[in-house]
């Protein structure tokens, strides 16, 4: 046999608290611990097992500056261990001993003097650092920017 239940607030009407004390006990979300996520922090009792376990939740980490043109690079390392997986992948040529790399081909904007360049290469880019730019003509090869680079510009008063 079922037996019919009334609702609480059905039973607390007109009773103006329905129950609770003063109604200032109620108001607010102080009264709950916060709003969202809060109590997650770092007192004992409060921790939440979920963000405990992210090692990332509390503190600042690293920064995102807005609209920058991110630059692909990559090194003079890269080809000299490489060169002759790209020609056999047919993302480079070889032409009289030479190597033919176009750096926008494999994804790239700049290229970078990091390591040793002992064989003969050409690059095609669109932008190239002073010292890749010397290790290439020092190994016989050319580089073609099709960008021209910003001068670097000496702090005043450094006038020699």
Same mark, same amino acid.
Not at 64 to 85: H, M, P, T, W
Not at 104 to 115: M, P, Q, R
């Given at each position: 046999m079922t037996t019919h239940k009334r609702k609480k607030v059905t039973k607390y009407r007109?009773? #103006?608290?329905?129950?609770?004390? +003063?109604?200032? /006990?109620?108001?607010g979300a102080g009264n709950r611990g916060g709003r969202g996520n809060a109590g997650s922090g770092k007192r004992a009792d409060q921790k939440k097992p979920s963000f405990s376990n992210d090692p990332y939740y509390f503190g600042k980490y690293g920064f995102?500056?807005?609209?920058?043109?991110?630059?692909?690079?990559?090194?003079?390392?890269?080809?000299?261990? #490489?060169?002759?997986?790209?020609? +056999?992948?047919? /993302?480079?040529?070889?032409h009289g001993g030479a190597y033919t790399v176009d750096?926008?081909?494999?994804?790239?904007?700049?290229?970078?003097?990091?390591?040793?360049l002992t064989k003969k290469v050409n690059f095609s880019c669109e932008l190239a650092s002073v010292g890749a730019i010397e290790k290439v003509k020092k190994a016989g090869g050319s580089i073609n920017v099709r960008r021209a680079q910003r001068e670097t510009v000496e702090p005043k008063g450094q006038e020699g």
């Open positions: 007109g009773s #103006k608290t329905h129950g609770c004390g +003063s109604m200032k /006990k109620r108001r995102i500056k807005k609209n920058q043109d991110l630059v692909r690079a990559v090194s003079l390392a890269y080809f000299e261990q #490489k060169i002759n997986k790209l020609v +056999s992948d047919r /993302k480079a040529m070889v750096l926008s081909d494999l994804g790239f904007d700049k290229l970078l003097g990091t390591g040793r």
